[in-house]
């Protein structure tokens, strides 16, 4: 281990509270076995009651239930008929605090909770409260190259590779820490473009630090996961085909997995990028994607591993000219027809919307489309496109929409969460998925509200019905204590962050008008005439890509009455007219606004909302410890004239292309 290192700990930095009238019960906490993960929850509770009330607890192991006398405290218990999945029931009774779950995992779960509870200075008697995970797997991708650098991270660099060697340190621990905190259960380490030394990862070379770096998530209850190359039989093995029918690389792969799980017998599994943005796949060898994942799959089943494979899957050397084929279609066309085609060990992992993480899309269509396959929902809270933690976004109520939209699967339960948790088909299981937002920053997000979007992902994959708006309490709360103007504040900015992005960024479900490559800041036609299937289409009458059948007919991928919904201008939700639809500028609203009125006025709301962002936060500047004060305050300034740069440069483009002048008279050059 490293010394100790410079970086905060977030949602886990204790304030002290020793006047906290219910500090008592942390004094002593009993624990019933010797369990590694029950262990971890017992130091936790007892580092929290540490730092927080001057407690040192003692940790007292007993036997079976605790007699009828037995005094106050905190008493952790796995009971057989207490909430399985890793949940967990916390409960006081008569001076004594209980935690019991089916599982350890459910117990170190509820002593977090605790200490939520504990941190907002909430009263602990007479507490009654259950939490029972909805997602069996939730999960963090970190996309972290070997050399430190990591794909879209925007914080700084990996802290779990530098120098093409694996870091272990203290800030391993922390990290596992933080993310067993909100429940995460999975982390993949390394980066889906698996290239060069990351396809090594699973050779003897690593094989040590692997193990090490297990057995720290495993004491937390999480799985380590590796990104594979599909390539590797060639890359590593020397071998002169991938093919997944080809009998040798099937018995190259089943030798290497039985290597890694010699050292890793826990190792949750693989997530793979195959056929996707020049990643080897089995397209190569005319092999479908069931063919490649179902080989992988069962190179890993004996040790009860799974195959997550990715769905991003399009064309992306397309031509603009071309009209007719769809980047929005790709992941439909190529996996629905293959429903029922993988085995048990195979989840498919599907990105929120058909593009790419962009401000605002419908749900992927594939959700519903697959009734006979296992899903994993994946978000991205690095904000590669929604500013890059430089802009404040708060990204917890467009999870919500995704996981509470109806795709119409069955007549109940049909929602994305309905599918993800089992509850819609129940031997097709899933879970959710984020691409990390972390890297080697003191803060670890480098804008220090984007905190809450790494909190928030955990808390609403473990707990989807939380609102978004709670999550945020909860979140700052934790990081910031329990000052309710502090709160008032802090939540505004994160609520109204989303909106404010998508109003002075996207028009109505418009996304990459972007510089290409690295996707910060506004360039109406950087992707116009590129090969990336990325197009507006505007012209000097409107806007917007036909989608509905006379265009390229994505609307129709999705189940009715959904599919009639998107085909129609009248029908299709306005947030996501121009998604679906190419509009005249002079076409009339439900509100009754142009949409051209509609274009100018909400980009001038945006570069509003931030000065308003600005005045929340200034007005807290007192209660909030300078550096962070400092940190938030530049960023701030930076996203109001990033703001008004996209606000002027997308207003003036459309005034240019459409020679309709703001009704209001506003400056657009
Ligand atoms: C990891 C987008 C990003 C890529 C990313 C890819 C993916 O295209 O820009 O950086 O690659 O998505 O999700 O695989």
Redesign the pocket.
């Known amino acids: 281990m490293e010394e100790q290192m410079d970086y905060s700990m977030a949602w886990l930095s204790y304030r002290k509270n020793p006047l906290f009238p219910d500090r008592e019960y942390f004094r002593k906490i009993y624990v019933q076995e010797n369990e590694a993960v029950i262990h971890t929850a017992a130091k936790e509770l007892s580092r929290a009651a540490e730092a927080m009330f001057d407690e040192s607890s003692q940790i007292i192991t007993i036997v079976k239930e605790a007699p009828e006398n037995s005094s106050a405290g905190i008493y952790l218990y796995t009971d057989k008929n207490g909430p399985g999945n890793g949940g967990y029931h916390l409960y006081e009774e008569g001076g004594r605090l209980t935690i019991t779950a089916k599982e350890p995992s459910g117990i170190l779960y509820g002593c977090f909770a605790l200490i939520r509870k504990a941190q907002r200075l909430l009263s602990l008697k007479n507490l009654d409260y259950k939490e029972e995970p909805d997602n069996p797997l939730r999960m963090l991708n970190h ?1 972290g190259n070997m050399d430190g650098s990591i ?2 991270g925007y914080s700084g660099d990996s802290f779990f590779f530098k120098s093409q060697e694996l870091l272990i340190n203290e800030r391993t621990v922390d990290y596992a820490r933080l993310v067993s905190s909100i429940g995460i259960n999975g982390v993949v380490i390394n ?3 698996v290239k060069e030394n990351a396809t090594k990862l699973i050779s003897e070379d690593y094989a040590e630090d692997l193990k090490q770096l297990a057995m720290i998530f495993r004491n937390y209850g999480i799985s380590l996961y590796l990104s594979l190359n599909f390539a590797a039989p060639m890359e590593l093995g020397g071998l002169d085909t991938a093919d997944p029918e080809a009998a040798e690389v099937k018995d190259w792969w089943e030798k290497q997995m039985k290597q890694v799980y010699a050292s890793v017998p826990d190792l949750g599994g693989f997530l793979v ?1 195959a056929d ?2 020049g ?1 080897p796949g089995p397209f190569t060898y005319q092999r479908t994607h069931a063919q490649g994942a179902n080989m992988l799959a069962n190179a890993v089943k004996p040790y009860g591993g799974v195959i997550i494979w ?1 769905c ?1 899957v399009y064309n ?1 050397t397309q031509d603009w000219r071309d009209r007719k084929t769809d980047r929005a279609r790709s992941a439909y066309d190529s996996f629905s027809p293959l429903d029922g085609q993988f085995v048990d060990n195979v989840i498919l992992q599907i ?1 929120n919307g058909p593009m ?2 962009q401000v605002r899309e419908p749900v992927s269509s594939l959700f519903g489309a697959l009734q006979r396959t296992r899903q994993i929902l ?1 978000v ?1 809270i690095a904000q ?1 496109y929604t500013g890059q933690q430089r802009h404040v976004c708060y990204l917890i109520p467009e999870f919500k929409e995704i996981l509470e939209f109806h795709t119409r699967c069955t007549k109940e339960r049909d929602t994305v969460a309905d599918i993800i948790s089992g509850r819609a088909f129940p031997q097709f299981a899933g879970g959710i998925t984020a ?1 990390a937002n972390t890297g080697s920053d003191t803060n670890w997000t480098g804008h220090d509200l984007a905190a809450a979007n790494w909190f928030g992902f955990g808390r609403l994959a473990f707990s989807p019905s939380l609102t978004a708006g709670e999550i945020a309490e909860e979140w700052c709360e934790c990081t910031f204590g329990p000052d309710k103007e502090i709160t008032e504040a802090v939540c505004r900015i994160l609520m109204m962050s989303w909106p404010a992005y998508e109003k002075y960024t996207s028009p109505l479900g418009i996304g990459w008008m972007v510089n290409p490559h690295n ?1 910060y800041g506004p360039n109406v036609d950087g992707y116009e005439y590129d090969r ?1 299937g990325t197009y507006h289409r505007a012209d000097h009458y409107g806007l917007g890509v036909e989608r509905g059948s006379k265009g390229t007919g994505y609307a129709q991928t999705y189940l009715e009455p959904n599919a009639s919904m998107y085909e129609t201008i009248e029908d299709c939700p306005e947030e996501l007219l121009l998604f679906f639809h190419y509009v005249p500028y002079t076409y009339r609203l439900k509100n009754g606004k142009t949409l051209i009125q509609h274009i100018y006025d909400t980009h001038f709301e945006g570069v509003e909302d931030v000065q308003k962002m600005i005045a929340l936060w200034n007005g807290i500047r007192e209660r909030i410890p300078e550096d962070i004060f400092m940190r938030v305050s530049e960023r701030l300034e930076h996203q109001l004239e990033h703001a008004k740069e996209w606000r002027d440069q997308i207003n003036t483009y459309f005034y240019r292309k459409s020679f309709i002048e703001d009704e209001k008279g506003r400056e657009i050059y």
């Open positions: 996309w794909e879209r980066n889906v473009n990028k996707s943005e990643r990715r991003f992306c990105k790419d993480f994946e991205q590669e691409v996707h990336w």
